[in-house]
Structures are given as structure tokens and as C-alpha cells.
């Protein structure tokens, strides 16, 4: 079992393009979160996707967007990147039992200049 | 915004102490989890704890949960240098899966 992959690692923008990060959940796991951690803070949520819709949404503008496929992988946008973007997009599936651990991937570094 | 404030935000001991960190939220959850990252990386579970649970064991690990006072406490026993990590408390509510982290405290071991 894989556990959650994520790509790319590393990723450098210039400011005002866009950018798409992927992720592949863990076997099993049919829910996707994303979460945004800036540099010595905490994750924070973005929105998580349940069956191809976006369920809940963090406080977030809306130049972020998401995807999720039919094979339950997704897909995070944000566009007209800023400064401010730049941090660590971590990914999180977890299990049809909803209140239970979060399974994370290695996340995509995302430096906008 | 974050829910949970972990205390003290940094923590220095020596290989083999105990090592003792709390958590704090403010509404009500369903389960609160703990959470390693190294070096800025994916974080990795280490503990659940649901709101009808006072105690739990892991290994080294040992959670403590009291929802009357709203905080939670994660004590590493006999650390070792490989413990050295941010380490993020969350909170879940009740209806969902969305996880709510604190600021993290950051571990240092000491050979």
C-alpha cells in the first residue's frame, strides 16, 4: 500500500499563474482533505471532497478549487497565485468511518515569486 | 482559525526524560488526535482519543482527555533522539472529519 502520494514535492510560480497540486488517497479511503501550513504554523483546512463534491470549505477565497475523480484521487487549483500562497499543501484521506486518523501525504512545497 | 493551543510551544529535554505536552481547544469535539510532522514534512497520526475516552496508551505514548476543562496532554516516556519533531494536537467536531490543528510545539531530544 502506498499511502497517500502527492505530486509534485517542489514546485516554484511566479506570482499571478496558476497551479494544480495532485493527490492519490490511501487504498480504502474515499474522502480527501487539503490543508495550507505556512511556516511555523499549523495546517490549515482548505476543503475536503466526499464522493466528487466538495463538502466543506475552510476560510479560503475562491481562487483555491478542487477536484475529485471517480478513482477518489484529487486534484487542488489556485489561481492568480500571491505571495502569500507560498507554503506547505498537504493532502488527507481517511476511511468511509469518518471519525477516525487521518492518513497524510509528504505535500507539495509551493514557493510563489 | 486554530482551535487547539498547545503549551509550551518549544520543549528542549534530554534522551530518556519524560516529555509532557498540553492541548487546549474551545468547542466541542467528537475525537482530538495527535500528530507528528519531521522537518516540515507530512504529518504522521500517533493517537486518538474520543470525547467519552479519559485515557489512552500507545506504546511511549500516553493521552489524557478532559472535556470539562476542554485540554489534553501527550506524554512521550524514555524519549529518544528520533522523537525530535513538531507535534500538533487536532480537533475534530462531532459531524465531520475535518481536522482543526493548533500551532504545534516543537520536541528537542538530546542525545
Known amino acids: 500500500d502506498a499511502g497517500v502520494t502527492q505530486s509534485p514535492t517542489h514546485l516554484i510560480k511566479t506570482r499571478g499563474q496558476q497551479v494544480t497540486l495532485r493527490c492519490s488517497p490511501k487504498s480504502g479511503h474515499d474522502t480527501v482533505s487539503w490543508y495550507q501550513q505556512a511556516l511555523g504554523q499549523g495546517p490549515q483546512f482548505i476543503f475536503q471532497y466526499y464522493e466528487e463534491e466538495e463538502r466543506q470549505r475552510g476560510n479560503f477565497p475562491d481562487r483555491f478549487s478542487g477536484h475529485q475523480f471517480p478513482n477518489y484521487s484529487s486534484e487542488l487549483n489556485v489561481n492568480a497565485l500571491l505571495l502569500g500562497d507560498s507554503a506547505l499543501y498537504l493532502c488527507?484521506?481517511?476511511?468511509?468511518?469518518?471519525?477516525?486518523?487521518?492518513?497524510f501525504g509528504q505535500g507539495t512545497r509551493l514557493t510563489v515569486v | 482559525s486554530q482551535q487547539g493551543e498547545e503549551d509550551p510551544q518549544a520543549l528542549s529535554i534530554q534522551e530518556g526524560e519524560n516529555a509532557t505536552m498540553n492541548c487546549s481547544y474551545k468547542t466541542s469535539i467528537n475525537n482530538l488526535q495527535w500528530y507528528r510532522q519531521n522537518s516540515g514534512r507530512g504529518l504522521v497520526h500517533l493517537i486518538l482519543i474520543r470525547s467519552n475516552e479519559r485515557e489512552k496508551h500507545s506504546g511511549r505514548l500516553r493521552v489524557t482527555l478532559d472535556t470539562s476543562k476542554k485540554s489534553s496532554s501527550l506524554l512521550i516516556t524514555a524519549s529518544r533522539a528520533a522523537d525530535t519533531a513538531s507535534y500538533f494536537c487536532?480537533?475534530?467536531?462531532?459531524?465531520?472529519?475535518?481536522?482543526?490543528f493548533g500551532k504545534g510545539i516543537t520536541l528537542s531530544v538530546r542525545p
Open positions: 488527507a484521506s481517511s476511511s468511509p468511518d469518518r471519525n477516525t486518523e487521518a492518513f
Open positions: 487536532a480537533t475534530v467536531p462531532g459531524a465531520n472529519s475535518k481536522l482543526t
